[in-house]
Antibody
Framework: EVQLVESGGGLVQPGGSLRLSCAASGFTFSSHWMHWVRQAPGKGLEWVANIEQDGSEKYYVDSVKGRFTISRDNAKNSLYLQMNSLRAEDTAVYYC??????????WGQGTLVTVSS | QSVLTQPPSASGTPGQRVTISCSGSSSNIGSNTVNWFQQLPGTAPKLLIYGNTQRPSGVPDRFSGSKSGTSASLAISGLQSEDEADYYCAAWDDSLNVYVFGTGTKVTVL
């Protein structure tokens, strides 16, 4: 069974850092593009970043460029999102997702990040 | 700010047909395939339609997708109470190099 389990969310002060993790199981992790997508409370979905199978290609939404870094460890079947210089507007549920743009799309249950003093 | 525009809400009675539109541009819908996602209250999004018109296994054939030019549509026929959810279209944008989601449509079963 395909599973994506996010962790690492929590309460952080503005300007702080958090590292989100996503543990994948039930499929060949190294064969898929992986994504982070977020959803602010009561708002719609916003794509954050993605990473190619071997980690060589990465893309980010403009609002997080220079602050967030997506990475993966195929040996550990894990996806990461390092978030620095966090702002109140980064408050959201962060979803780890496999292959968002294809038939293989699968999403985790999300982890809540709250940026507040 | 999303570049894919959807109506904020749609509704119908059980058994009716509901259609949701998704308007984009030549750099996203006009150039790439469209996926649709269903988000039931309090849950993670789930793939509903991929490649403009294809249903993953397990998705009822009451759901259908179409695309024409820079717009796409999702139709729900034979509306059921369990279809009450938020629906999002999505596509890669070649100009922005980002994956873009629609603004989302809340479907209510009256």
């Amino acid at each position: 069974e395909v599973q994506l389990v996010e962790s690492g969310g929590g309460l952080v002060q503005p300007g702080g850092s958090l590292r989100l993790s996503c543990a994948a199981s039930g499929f060949t992790f190294s064969s898929h593009w992986m994504h982070w997508v977020r959803q602010a409370p009561g708002k719609g979905l916003e794509w954050v970043a993605n990473i190619e199978q071997d980690g060589s290609e990465k893309y980010y939404v403009d609002s997080v460029k220079g602050r967030f870094t997506i990475s993966r460890d195929n040996a550990k079947n894990s996806l990461y999102l390092q978030m620095n210089s966090l702002r109140a507007e980064d408050t959201a549920v962060y979803y780890c997702a496999r292959a968002v743009g294809s038939s293989a799309s699968w999403w985790g249950q999300g982890t809540l990040v709250t940026v507040s003093s | 700010q999303s570049v894919l525009t959807q109506p904020p809400s749609a509704s119908g009675t059980p058994g009716q047909r509901v259609t949701i539109s998704c308007s984009g541009s030549s750099s996203n819908i006009g150039s790439n395939t469209v996926n649709w996602f269903q988000q039931l209250p309090g849950t993670a999004p789930k793939l509903l339609i991929y490649g403009n018109t294809q249903r993953p296994s397990g998705v009822p054939d009451r759901f259908s997708g179409s695309k024409s030019g820079t717009s796409a549509s999702l139709a729900i026929s034979g509306l059921q109470s369990e279809d009450e959810a938020d629906y999002y279209c999505a596509a890669w944008d070649d100009s922005l190099n980002v994956y873009v989601f629609g603004t989302g449509t809340k479907v209510t079963v009256l």
